[in-house]
Structure formats: C-alpha cells, structure tokens
C-alpha cells in the first residue's frame, strides 16, 4: 500500500512537474496578440536554431537610421513543413514580416507570415501561412 502511495505521488508530481515546462516554454504571455504590425526591412541575420529560429531584420526608422528587430518563429522542424529551409532568408533579402509585437514595446515579436521578394508568404511554423489577401504585399 506504501509502495503505491509513493509511486501515485510521484507520478503526480511528475505530471505536474512537466506540464508546468512545456507551457512555459510554449507561452505566448509575452506578446500581444490581439495586434499585428507590419514590418518592411532587410534581413541581416536568419537563425536556423532550435527550438526556434529567428529573423534579425533591419527596419528603416526614419531620419534616425534603422532599427533591428527579433523576430521569433517556429522551430525549424515545424518550419520545414510550411517552406522554410535554412538558406530561405539571406542577408540583404527585402522582407515583409507580419508579427506580434511585445508587450513592453521592445523592437521584438512573434512571427505571423513572412512575404519574401518574389511574393512567397511564409508562416511561423506550426500554423498554415495565412492566405495571400491576409499578407503584406512583397518588399
């Protein structure tokens, strides 16, 4: 009966241990998703990293020069499914990014669809793209 106990408790525990990291991992807490902004730019970094892959886009601001935004996206496995492969985004490429932005106004944001030069849109990884009419025109 001991032994039951025991192992019950630490199934729970267990349980309760994991769901609590995978929603933290997975939380969207950070960014404001009721609002989309649109940012037109050039990449000057794509990260094909787990467990997610980022863009680096340099967006012009301005008499004040530009300002280089993160973008988060999903992981690159997720993102092989929609499109993406590691060498879809290079320096220099004009993109249009569709994201949610942080909450504590931060230039960083959580990806909703990528418009690339030749039209292309791209989703995050995990959800489909959004239909053309949805995206931002090409950069």
């Known amino acids: ?55 680096q886009v340099l967006v012009p601001e301005g008499e004040s020069g530009q300002k280089e935004w993160s973008i988060e996206c999903g992981s690159p496995n997720m993102m092989t499914r929609q499109g993406w492969k590691s060498r879809t985004l290079k320096p220099g490429d004009r993109i249009a990014l569709v994201m949610h932005p942080m909450l504590n106004g931060s230039p960083s944001g959580s990806l909703v669809s990528a418009t ?24």
């Open 1 to 55: 009966m001991r032994t039951r106990t025991l192992l019950s408790a630490a199934a729970l525990a267990t349980a309760t241990f994991g769901a609590g990291l995978a929603q933290a991992h997975h939380s969207f807490a950070a960014f404001d998703r009721e609002r989309s902004v649109v940012l037109t730019g050039t990449v000057k970094e794509f990260q094909w990293t787990n467990p997610h892959a980022w863009i």
């Open 116 to 139: 690339l030069a030749d039209g292309q849109v791209l989703g995050p990884g995990g959800v489909p793209a959004p239909k053309t009419g949805n995206a931002p025109p090409p950069p």
